[in-house]
């Protein structure tokens, strides 16, 4: 933005219309007190500059409405002979920048956490294969059925702590053939519903062998089904579905759609622009990740979420990626800056 030496707004690039969702072209002219009057925290930070001249290079959080905007603001004085003949203030989104940033943590956060657990955990498989040894010839089904237990679960431990280890690596897709039946029963199999909360599987034979990454897919479909469980609680329906994404639009003709629906609580229309934000959880023992990894997992197979909710109705997940992926090029982590003037 432009603004004379009496603090007037001379001008304008068109970006920053957009960044403050505000019609500058309306505010041409006037004082930046008018100018900035719902905008109090910005108007703060530039009186320094548009009163007393001082340069100012700082942080800025601007909370609208519609979402929140996080970056530099920088500003300063431009000198003709004798005076000051106006002012420059400069603001560059870097949004996307710290998201990335937290994203960026966050997995190489779970990598650790997944390669820590992993040492003690094939300690504790280790110990159980030995007891299983020694206590072999002990008859009573309780302690066979424990020993079962103790080593189902900690064969799932495994198997987790392995995904989550693979999807910190997400840039690396390891792309096979996939039966989506089999990948949905193997995720079924990892949970354990109330009786009166019903899952229906309906895999379709166009859409049900694709070729994609099946260590990303398979926490795809239990972080989904887990957020499902979650929803429905007590009772209900989870349904699981698969088709050639052609049936739904016309511009998805070689992809399918993956759809996980509930009919749970669903999502808040408050809640809904959160939910994939990193440790985002309305739940009192959530992480908050679940979503980010979909989202990640999907973006890496070219792929898009749609979401459908109604409150106290249900959810509806749909996933659509290609039938068939095409590898990837190292991705491309270079920062989108977005400045305005
Ligand atoms: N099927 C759903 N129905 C209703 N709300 C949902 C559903 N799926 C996700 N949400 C909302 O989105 C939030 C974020 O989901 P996400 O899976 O990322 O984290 P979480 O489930 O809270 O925790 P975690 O998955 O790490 O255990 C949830 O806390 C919940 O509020
Ligand atoms: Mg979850």
């Known amino acids: 933005m432009f603004f004379d030496a009496q603090g007037h707004l001379t001008g304008f690039n068109k970006n920053i219309s957009d960044m403050l969702h505000m019609p ?46 996080k970056g530099r603001l920088i500003g300063y004085p431009v000198q003709g002979l004798r005076s000051t003949i106006g002012y420059v203030v400069e603001i560059y989104d870097l949004s996307q920048e710290i998201l990335n940033e937290r994203e960026d943590l966050i997995h190489r956060l779970v990598r650790k956490m997944a390669h820590d657990i992993k040492t003690p955990l094939a300690t504790i498989k280790f110990s159980v294969e030995t007891l299983k040894y020694i206590i072999n010839n002990i008859e009573d089904p309780e302690v066979q059925e424990d020993l079962k237990n103790i080593n189902h679960e900690v064969n799932r431990i495994q198997s987790i702590t392995n995904n989550y280890s693979k999807i910190a690596q997400l840039n690396k897709l390891k792309i096979n053939i996939i039966d989506l039946a089999e990948l949905c029963d193997e995720t079924l199999l990892q949970f354990h519903p109330p009786e009166q909360v019903k899952i229906v599987k309906d ?34 329906e ?30 808040p229309s408050a809640v809904k622009d959160k939910i994939f934000e990193p440790s985002f959880t309305t739940k009192t023992h959530g992480t908050g990740l679940g979503l980010v ?27 659509i990626i290609p039938k ?18």
Not at 203 to 232: C, G, M, P, W, Y
Not at 239 to 250: H, N, V
Not at 297 to 319: C, M, P, R, W, Y
Request: net charge neutral; aromatic share 8%; with cysteine.
């Open 324 to 341: 068939e992926i095409k590898v990837q090029q190292e991705k491309d982590i270079s920062w989108r800056r977005n400045t305005a003037y």
């Open 203 to 236: 895999i379709s034979d166009e859409a049900r062998l694709i070729t994609a990454d099946a260590d990303q897919l398979r926490v795809v479909f239990k972080e989904l089904v887990e957020n499902a469980l979650d929803a429905v609680g007590a009772q209900g």
């Open 24 to 69: 500058m072209e309306k505010y041409r002219g006037r004082h930046f007190k008018i100018v900035l009057q719902t905008l109090p925290q910005l108007k703060a930070q530039l009186e320094n500059l548009l009163l007393y001249g001082q340069e100012i290079n700082e942080e800025l959080t601007i909370f609208s409405n519609k979402s929140i905007l």
């Open 238 to 267: 989870i349904r699981i579905s698969t088709y050639p994404a052609s049936f739904a639009r016309e511009k998805h003709k070689d992809a399918i759609c993956i759809n996980i629906s509930d009919s749970g609580i669903g999502i």
């Open 293 to 319: 990894f979909v989202k990640q997992i999907v973006a890496n197979h070219q792929g898009e979420i749609l979401i459908d909710s109604e409150l106290h109705k249900g959810t509806k997940f749909q996933i």
